[in-house]
């Protein structure tokens, strides 16, 4: 009863703090629930399917499950015969896709899907659609398509396949997307079976559909063909490969955000409260004299803090549901959710966002319980900021500590890989602007000194007095200066980063491929042997994914690339980079069995272990090897070599030039690069601002009796409202200052790593609007906070 008296008589004191776990747990719940609501859905291509046989599955090379191994023709057959006999299946089909889009008016129609629109007939089972019109399609130049491409029955249609453009005649449409071939003519195209659906009797078990269809399968280890059988939403687990991509850049970019919220919560909300309770020595001075322990004051404390993250949670959580229509249209706006994503609120986002929000509070009041219980009884004498002199050992002793992980972790920017280089970064600004408000009280002083030094030659009191409660005060004025850190380090370092890339990666690419022309597909998720034929040199990769058992018994799927270089074209041999030969355990001259896309083993001479290169492949084998194994493989970009003629006469190809290249390469992603960074930003800033403002604004309230001794003394309303925007003015530079520093060494570190990947000259570069716009924000906020708080208190005692 005590604690909730405690909240209630001191609302106002506890105000910053709940906002701030009000705004932090609306985020982390909005992310929440937009991820829940991503997650994984049964395709309609699916819906009519009892339940999916799928083979067994691969790990890669850190060990996570991946792709899963296709049953080879031979594999399928006695599968499907099996699968056929379960008691309550209607019929089996053997699933497969490939690469199939229509060519109207000599382009590509659009199709995000295109690359596993082909199918053969039998799969119409599996949604099911209807045949519309026509029939079915009986030989290998007969199609069915989708009655929305607007081809009729009997006409001809030109179909983009691997191969390259092939006349269909149009045999008949049905009520779903796709193009549906006859089954011979698919099995050609992928020969692979990846899923085998099951399509059910009416009125049969699901369940007892599936259970018959494990017992078929078996386990591998006992001579079965091994895999698995899901039904229901199980099914969700055959996803096309441009909705898992648009889901994982969604998941990364909602990471994102949850991870710099949770940071930016504990941050700010440890800072208030540390604040709010260093203003409240007095009172904690005079419960110690009337016989309150350490143990009590700390239980307080803490009490306090939990009742404030219990309110702020449930209001957080409130505010957050209503916010998730917003960010899931932000993040369709910039194409990352699934298609038909909804918005589901289920218990455990809310949950978990409330125990986050919390356990912050909690964990954020811990030290400043902690420095409440060590107050004497003889502290309810003196002035509450008395204890506001000095550094902690504790707090020197953290505040090193964390200096020096942010150190290494900011060297450690230069020299990590490329796909961690800008996690390290962030890192490191982390760390680094933690230890820079633990150490602010040192720089808070000295700072304020020079920063008035130039006011005092006028005679002013103001400059003065402004210096006087930095000096007599910096542990206050730490506290004040956290949020402002923690605003413009991290708006310095994102639009810092993405500022540096838009400049390193163009240039190193460019570098390169200086010289040479670039066919790239345009409107066609890759190019046909059509469009390679057409440009008979140059590097012409064609990617795969194959299989491979190491020496534990586990199979690996690897990207292995087809080559026509020929220095690694040889038959029957492979080239290893060193690093995937390490970690596959072979050696040059050793042997090892690749197992292809359409279920087939071939045994690789291991013909040269060479040092990594990305540009020619980690697992190199002849080009006409993979095409033969997997025919519906697509091709890289086409690089064609100065002094030889490229053609782009096919259709859905384009040609650049390296310059060009670089920077569309670098487009494809920039755009939601630059949406994730001005993301985050306005989420660092947005949250540090309304600290800054309530912190000033607590601030402002504590110091009522100065104003008050100040304004007996003859100061006016306009002096004291001068004096509280000097103040704040004074604190926000210190913080802007701080916050530029900290973030340096991670943006050097990544200027130099990305020096060393793209071989070319990459100096630091910032976004000054968006720092600017950081700072200004942060000091409107401060200066607006501050003097309202102190107008509105010296108006009142005035009255």
Same mark, same amino acid.
């Given at each position: 009863?005590?604690?909730?008296?405690?909240?209630?008589?001191?609302?106002?004191?506890?105000?910053g703090?709940? +906002?701030?776990?009000?705004?932090?747990?609306?985020? +982390?719940?909005?992310?929440?629930?937009?991820?829940?609501?991503?997650?994984?859905?049964?395709?309609?291509?699916?819906?009519?399917?009892?339940?999916?046989?799928?083979?067994?599955?691969?790990?890669d090379a850190d060990?996570?499950?991946?792709?899963r191994i296709?049953?080879?023709?031979?594999?399928?057959?006695?599968?499907?015969?099996?699968?056929?006999?379960?008691?309550?299946?209607?019929?089996?089909?053997?699933?497969?896709?490939?690469?199939?889009?229509?060519?109207?008016?000599?382009?590509?129609?659009?199709?995000?899907?295109? =690359?596993?629109?082909?199918?053969?007939?039998?799969?119409?089972?599996?949604?099911?659609?209807?045949?519309?019109?026509?029939?079915?399609?009986?030989?290998?130049?007969?199609?069915?398509?989708?009655?929305?491409?607007?081809a009729?029955?009997?006409?001809?249609?030109?179909?983009?396949?691997?191969?390259?453009r092939?006349?269909?005649?149009?045999?008949?449409?049905?009520?779903?997307?796709?193009?549906?071939?006859?089954?011979?003519?698919?099995?050609?195209?992928?020969?692979?079976?990846?899923?085998?659906?099951?399509?059910?009797?009416?009125?049969?078990?699901?369940?007892?559909?599936?259970?018959?269809a494990?017992d078929?399968?078996?386990?591998?280890?006992?001579?079965?063909?091994?895999?698995?059988?899901?039904?229901?939403?199980?099914?969700a687990a055959?996803?096309?490969?441009?909705?898992?991509?648009?889901?994982?850049?969604?998941?990364?970019?909602?990471?994102?955000?949850?991870?710099?919220?949770?940071?930016?919560?504990v941050?700010?909300?440890?800072?208030?409260l540390?604040?709010?309770?260093?203003?409240r020595?007095?009172?904690?001075?005079?419960?110690?004299t009337?016989?309150?322990?350490?143990?009590?004051?700390?239980r307080?404390?803490?009490?306090?803090?939990?009742?404030?993250?219990?309110?702020?949670?449930?209001a957080?959580?409130?505010?957050?549901v209503?916010?998730?229509?917003?960010?899931?249209?932000?993040?369709?706006?910039?194409?990352?959710?699934?298609?038909?994503?909804g918005?589901?609120v289920?218990?455990?986002?809310?949950?978990?966002?409330?125990?986050?929000?919390?356990?912050?509070?909690?964990t954020?009041?811990?030290?400043?319980?902690?420095?409440?219980?060590?107050?004497?009884?003889?502290?309810?004498?003196?002035?509450?900021?008395?204890?506001?002199?000095?550094?902690?050992?504790g707090?020197?002793?953290?505040?090193?500590?964390?200096l020096?992980?942010?150190?290494?972790?900011?060297?450690?920017?230069?020299?990590?890989?490329?796909?961690?280089?800008?996690?390290?970064?962030?890192?490191?600004?982390?760390?680094?602007?933690?230890?820079?408000?633990?150490?602010?009280?040192?720089?808070?002083?000295?700072?304020?000194?020079v920063?008035?030094?130039?006011?005092?030659?006028?005679?002013?009191?103001?400059?003065?007095?402004?210096?006087?409660?930095?000096?007599?005060?910096?542990?206050?004025?730490?506290?004040?200066?956290a949020?402002?850190?923690?605003?413009?380090?991290?708006?310095?370092?994102l639009?810092?980063?993405?500022?540096?890339?838009?400049?390193?990666?163009?240039?190193?690419?460019?570098?390169?491929?200086?010289?040479?022309?670039?066919v790239?597909?345009?409107?066609?998720?890759?190019?046909?042997?059509?469009?390679?034929?057409?440009?008979?040199?140059?590097?012409?990769?064609?990617?795969?994914?194959?299989?491979?058992?190491t020496?534990?018994?586990?199979?690996?799927?690897?990207?292995?690339?087809?080559?026509?270089?020929?220095r690694?074209?040889?038959?029957?041999?492979?080239?290893?980079?060193?690093?995937?030969?390490?970690?596959?355990?072979?050696?040059?001259?050793?042997?090892?069995?690749?197992?292809? !896309?359409?279920?087939?083993?071939?045994?690789?001479?291991?013909?040269?272990?060479?040092?990594?290169?990305?540009?020619?492949?980690?697992?190199?084998?002849?080009?006409?090897?993979?095409?033969?194994?997997?025919?519906?493989?697509?091709?890289?970009?086409?690089f064609?070599?100065?002094?030889?003629?490229?053609?782009?006469?096919?259709?859905g190809?384009?040609?650049?030039?390296?310059?060009?290249?670089?920077?569309?390469?670098?487009?494809?992603?920039?755009?939601?690069?630059?949406?994730? !960074?001005?993301m985050? +930003?306005?989420?660092?800033?947005g949250?540090?601002?309304?600290?800054?403002?309530?912190?000033?604004?607590?601030?402002?309230?504590?110091?009522?009796?100065?104003?008050a001794?100040?304004?007996s003394?003859?100061?006016?309303?306009?002096? =004291?409202?001068?004096?509280?925007?000097?103040?704040?003015?004074?604190?926000?530079?210190?913080?802007?200052?701080l916050?530029?520093?900290?973030?340096?060494?991670?943006?050097?570190?990544?200027?130099?790593? =990305?020096?060393?990947?793209?071989?070319?000259?990459?100096?630091?570069?910032?976004?000054?609007?968006?720092?600017?716009?950081?700072?200004?924000?942060? =000091?409107?906020?401060?200066?607006?906070?501050?003097?309202?708080?102190?107008?509105?208190?010296?108006?009142?005692?005035s009255?």
């Amino acid at each position: 009863m005590l604690i909730l008296a405690n909240v209630r008589a001191r609302w106002s004191g506890f105000l910053g703090a709940f +906002i701030a776990v009000l705004v932090g747990v609306a985020l +982390i719940t909005t992310t929440l629930v937009v991820y829940d609501s991503s997650r994984p859905t049964v395709q309609p291509r699916y819906a009519g399917t009892a339940a999916l046989a799928l083979p067994p599955q691969a790990v890669d090379a850190d060990g996570s499950r991946a792709d899963r191994i296709p049953w080879s023709g031979a594999e399928a057959a006695p599968l499907l015969a099996g699968l056929d006999a379960v008691p309550g299946v209607a019929a089996v089909v053997a699933d497969r896709s490939f690469y199939a889009q229509a060519i109207v008016g000599g382009e590509p129609v659009t199709d995000e899907g295109a =690359l596993e629109a082909g199918h053969g007939w039998d799969s119409t089972l599996t949604a099911p659609y209807r045949l519309v019109s026509g029939r079915a399609p009986s030989g290998d130049r007969e199609v069915v398509v989708d009655r929305a491409l607007g081809a009729a029955a009997g006409s001809e249609l030109t179909v983009n396949i691997t191969a390259g453009r092939e006349r269909f005649t149009v045999v008949g449409t049905v009520d779903g997307p796709g193009y549906y071939f006859s089954e011979a003519f698919a099995a050609r195209q992928q020969p692979g079976v990846s899923a085998i659906a099951l399509i059910a009797d009416p009125g049969a078990s699901a369940d007892a559909i599936a259970a018959g269809a494990k017992d078929v399968l078996g386990a591998e280890d006992a001579g079965g063909a091994g895999g698995t059988v899901v039904s229901g939403d199980g099914r969700a687990a055959l996803q096309p490969a441009y909705i898992e991509h648009k889901r994982f850049l969604g998941v990364q970019l909602i990471s994102a955000m949850a991870l710099l919220g949770l940071f930016t919560t504990v941050f700010v909300v440890a800072s208030m409260l540390v604040l709010a309770t260093g203003m409240r020595r007095r009172e904690i001075g005079l419960l110690r004299t009337i016989g309150a322990g350490p143990e009590q004051v700390r239980r307080m404390i803490l009490g306090e803090a939990a009742v404030v993250g219990v309110l702020g949670s449930i209001a957080g959580c409130l505010a957050g549901v209503a916010a998730t229509p917003v960010l899931r249209d932000i993040l369709r706006g910039l194409d990352v959710t699934p298609p038909g994503m909804g918005t589901t609120v289920s218990a455990w986002p809310l949950l978990t966002a409330c125990a986050i929000g919390v356990g912050v509070s909690v964990t954020g009041a811990w030290a400043a319980g902690r420095k409440a219980a060590r107050v004497a009884p003889i502290e309810a004498l003196l002035d509450s900021r008395s204890a506001n002199t000095a550094m902690g050992r504790g707090r020197w002793i953290t505040g090193l500590a964390v200096l020096g992980a942010g150190a290494v972790l900011a060297v450690g920017t230069a020299t990590s890989t490329a796909d961690k280089r800008i996690n390290t970064a962030i890192l490191a600004t982390m760390a680094l602007v933690v230890a820079a408000a633990l150490l602010a009280p040192v720089f808070v002083g000295p700072v304020g000194r020079v920063l008035t030094a130039p006011f005092r030659r006028r005679g002013s009191a103001g400059p003065l007095l402004i210096r006087a409660e930095l000096v007599a005060n910096p542990r206050r004025a730490a506290s004040l200066v956290a949020p402002v850190i923690a605003a413009v380090g991290f708006a310095v370092l994102l639009s810092g980063i993405v500022e540096t890339m838009r400049v390193a990666y163009p240039a190193g690419e460019a570098l390169k491929v200086a010289g040479q022309t670039i066919v790239t597909p345009a409107g066609t998720p890759g190019n046909t042997d059509e469009a390679v034929a057409a440009n008979p040199v140059g590097k012409a990769a064609l990617p795969t994914r194959a299989f491979i058992t190491t020496t534990a018994g586990k199979p690996t799927v690897l990207d292995v690339l087809g080559t026509r270089d020929p220095r690694w074209n040889q038959p029957g041999e492979a080239v290893l980079g060193t690093r995937t030969a390490t970690d596959l355990g072979l050696e040059q001259g050793q042997s090892v069995t690749v197992r292809f !896309a359409d279920g087939a083993s071939v045994p690789l001479r291991i013909g040269a272990v060479l040092p990594d290169d990305p540009a020619r492949g980690d697992f190199v084998v002849p080009r006409d090897l993979v095409r033969a194994h997997d025919p519906a493989a697509l091709t890289d970009d086409i690089f064609v070599p100065a002094g030889t003629e490229a053609s782009d006469a096919v259709p859905g190809t384009a040609l650049h030039d390296a310059a060009a290249y670089a920077l569309a390469d670098y487009d494809t992603d920039a755009r939601l690069t630059d949406s994730l !960074a001005a993301m985050l +930003i306005a989420i660092a800033v947005g949250y540090s601002v309304i600290a800054v403002a309530n912190s000033m604004a607590m601030a402002a309230h504590g110091r009522r009796r100065d104003f008050a001794v100040m304004k007996s003394a003859g100061g006016t309303v306009r002096q =004291l409202l001068l004096l509280s925007v000097g103040e704040s003015a004074t604190v926000v530079t210190v913080g802007a200052a701080l916050g530029v520093l900290v973030t340096l060494p991670p943006l050097a570190g990544m200027a130099s790593g =990305l020096s060393q990947t793209t071989s070319a000259g990459v100096g630091l570069h910032l976004n000054t609007a968006a720092v600017a716009t950081a700072i200004a924000g942060t =000091l409107l906020a401060a200066v607006a906070a501050g003097a309202v708080v102190t107008w509105r208190t010296v108006r009142g005692r005035s009255s």
